[in-house]
């Protein structure tokens, strides 16, 4: 199997875990991060959620789950296609969360774009809708 097909493989099984427990697999995700790794999140620490920013070691990236866990509840997350060569693949999906103090939703289309080596995530970016993060948060 090649290197591509292998960290598709891994991703469509840390995704799969992440919807099925909404959201509360971060333990997995935590295990295909390497030690050292460029994480980041398009929200860049804005609207109060100051978690949802760059990192660059896996034991500072338990932050960014605690955030999540902390302050939304997953109401779905769909992993649909996932684009690979080489070292990099992206993930092209949807997800839908509920800020638990607002009671506010979010849904939105999110990208991630992941680059891995020796089977391990080096690299992370998340993309999606900012602008519905701040409505859900204010």
Same mark, same amino acid.
């Given at each position: 199997?090649?290197?591509?097909?292998?960290?598709? !493989?891994? $991703? #469509?099984? +840390?995704?799969?875990?992440? &919807?099925?427990?909404? %959201?509360?697999? !971060?333990?997995?995700?935590?295990s295909i991060m390497a030690d050292r790794l460029k994480f980041g999140s398009l929200a860049e620490g804005a609207? %109060?959620? +100051?978690? $949802?920013?760059?990192?660059?070691?896996?034991? &500072? $990236? &338990?932050?960014?789950? &605690? *955030?999540?866990?902390?302050?939304? =509840?997953?109401? =779905?997350?769909? /992993?649909?296609?996932?684009?690979?060569?080489?070292?990099?693949?992206?993930? $092209?999906?949807?997800?839908?969360?509920?800020?638990?103090?607002?009671? #506010?939703?979010?849904?939105?289309? #999110?990208?991630? @774009?992941?680059?891995?080596? %020796? *089977?391990? /995530?080096? =690299?992370?970016? =998340?993309?999606?809708?900012? /602008?519905?993060?701040?409505?859900?948060? @204010?």
């Open positions: 199997m090649a290197d591509a097909d292998k960290n598709v !493989a891994i $991703l #469509k099984e +840390a995704y799969a875990r992440w &919807a099925a427990s909404k %959201g509360t697999s !971060a333990d997995h995700w935590m609207q %109060g959620t +100051a978690y $949802l920013t760059t990192y660059q070691s896996r034991t &500072a $990236l &338990a932050e960014y789950f &605690a *955030g999540i866990t902390r302050d939304w =509840e997953m109401i =779905e997350y769909v /992993a649909e296609h996932y684009v690979a060569q080489d070292d990099r693949v992206v993930m $092209l999906g949807r997800c839908a969360w509920r800020n638990k103090r607002t009671g #506010k939703v979010v849904r939105s289309p #999110k990208a991630d @774009s992941w680059r891995f080596v %020796g *089977g391990k /995530a080096i =690299e992370f970016y =998340e993309y999606y809708d900012t /602008a519905q993060l701040r409505d859900a948060v @204010s």
